[in-house]
């Protein structure tokens, strides 16, 4: 039960949050949309009640849009445009591999995904939601749909995501791209701890007709790690090991390759027209969602 008294809606955030969430709206940089109605305004005009602009009339153009009050000041006939409202797709991946159950950052991305979906849907966007866990098979998934009927199937499948498997996050992108349609955003919520270039995938996506949206989830101790002593690293996906024997030695590499991935992964996403950020995993989900999103253009209040 929340503070209010009313029955909590979901287990990942509170209906004080919720409330707030339901208010949002993705702001896309590209007009990536479909040809069913929706509420983002197409690069072409359409059949809105708001008008754009005006053009010259050529041969076979529907007569009910002749602006005939210019027609008669200046005997030349023109068409009055209105802005055209078509649908967004908004594909959700989840990166659900073993790695990210280290410091709840599956719990920050599912409540992260839950925010996206909820503004989408109660926006007219189609949302779909891919929870990517085995290198191998179906990934298990949220048909594409729309509307605030579709918000409880979408927390149900959010909260029962569990963690667990070996794709890799440029794996888990191509398989997501098998089974999605439509021309939009692709949101990725993943640590990106790969040891992979993920320039083909991304590729992928942006030929998909789909803007990338990349949000790495860290926990704070793969951030600014504390380490002393001898040390044996055990990959949670993998079951290699790694023997250290310097410690401080291995952290000066290690944030060197971590701010030198970081900002691969930003350019990548900004060549092909989309966006990036680095969070952790114990950042309020307030100020993710304010301070970060909000601040930088993701969404609108």
Same mark, same amino acid.
């Given at each position: 039960?929340?503070?209010?008294? !009313?029955?909590?809606?979901?287990?990942?955030?509170?209906?004080?949050?919720?409330?707030?969430?339901?208010?949002?709206?993705?702001?896309?940089?590209?007009?990536?949309?479909?040809?069913?109605?929706?509420?983002?305004?197409?690069?072409?005009?359409?059949?809105?009640?708001?008008?754009?602009?005006?053009? @010259?009339?050529?041969?076979? @153009?529907?007569?009910?849009?002749?602006?005939?009050?210019?027609?008669?000041?200046?005997?030349?006939?023109?068409?009055?445009?209105?802005?055209?409202?078509?649908?967004?797709?908004?594909?959700?991946?989840?990166?659900? $591999?073993?790695?990210?159950?280290?410091?709840? !950052?599956?719990?920050?991305?599912?409540?992260?995904?839950?925010?996206?979906?909820?503004?989408?849907?109660?926006?007219?966007?189609?949302?779909?939601?891919?929870?990517?866990?085995?290198?191998?098979?179906?990934?298990?998934?949220?048909?594409?749909?729309?509307?605030?009927? !579709?918000?409880?199937?979408?927390?149900?499948?959010?909260?029962?995501?569990? &963690?667990?498997?070996?794709?890799?996050?440029?794996?888990?992108?191509?398989?997501?791209?098998?089974?999605?349609?439509?021309?939009?955003?692709?949101?990725?919520?993943?640590?990106?701890?790969?040891?992979? @270039?993920?320039?083909?995938?991304?590729?992928?996506?942006?030929?998909?007709?789909?803007?990338?949206?990349?949000?790495?989830?860290?926990?704070?101790?793969?951030?600014?790690? @504390?380490?002393?002593?001898?040390?044996?690293?055990?990959?949670?996906?993998?079951?290699?090991?790694?023997?250290?024997?310097?410690?401080?030695?291995?952290?000066?590499?290690?944030? &060197?390759?971590?701010?030198?991935?970081?900002?691969?992964?930003?350019?990548?996403?900004?060549?092909?027209?989309?966006?990036?950020?680095?969070?952790?995993?114990?950042?309020?989900?307030? $100020?993710?969602?304010?301070?970060?999103?909000?601040?930088?253009?993701?969404?609108? !209040?």
């Amino acid at each position: 039960m929340s503070t209010s008294g !009313k029955t909590q809606l979901t287990s990942l955030f509170d209906n004080r949050l919720l409330s707030r969430v339901e208010r949002m709206r993705l702001q896309p940089i590209r007009r990536l949309t479909n040809r069913s109605q929706g509420e983002h305004l197409a690069g072409k005009g359409g059949s809105s009640t708001d008008f754009a602009d005006y053009r @010259d009339y050529a041969a076979g @153009d529907d007569m009910r849009y002749v602006d005939w009050n210019i027609f008669a000041r200046l005997r030349r006939p023109y068409i009055k445009q209105f802005l055209h409202e078509e649908e967004l797709h908004v594909a959700i991946m989840i990166d659900a $591999s073993s790695s990210m159950l280290f410091e709840e !950052k599956l719990l920050r991305a599912r409540q992260l995904a839950a925010a996206f979906s909820i503004m989408g849907l109660l926006n007219a966007e189609r949302v779909s939601i891919y929870a990517m866990h085995q290198q191998e098979g179906q990934p298990s998934l949220i048909s594409p749909g729309t509307g605030r009927s !579709k918000i409880r199937e979408v927390l149900t499948f959010l909260e029962s995501i569990e &963690g667990g498997g070996n794709v890799p996050v440029e794996d888990a992108i191509e398989q997501m791209l098998r089974f999605h349609r439509g021309r939009g955003i692709a949101i990725l919520l993943s640590d990106f701890l790969t040891f992979s @270039d993920l320039g083909r995938c991304m590729n992928l996506l942006f030929s998909s007709g789909l803007e990338i949206w990349g949000l790495q989830i860290l926990g704070e101790s793969e951030y600014a790690p @504390d380490l002393q002593g001898d040390l044996r690293f055990v990959d949670s996906e993998t079951g290699q090991t790694l023997d250290i024997t310097n410690a401080s030695e291995l952290l000066n590499l290690y944030h &060197g390759q971590r701010e030198y991935q970081t900002e691969i992964l930003h350019q990548q996403c900004r060549r092909r027209s989309g966006r990036f950020v680095s969070t952790l995993s114990n950042t309020p989900l307030e $100020s993710v969602l304010y301070d970060t999103l909000c601040r930088q253009g993701w969404i609108l !209040k």
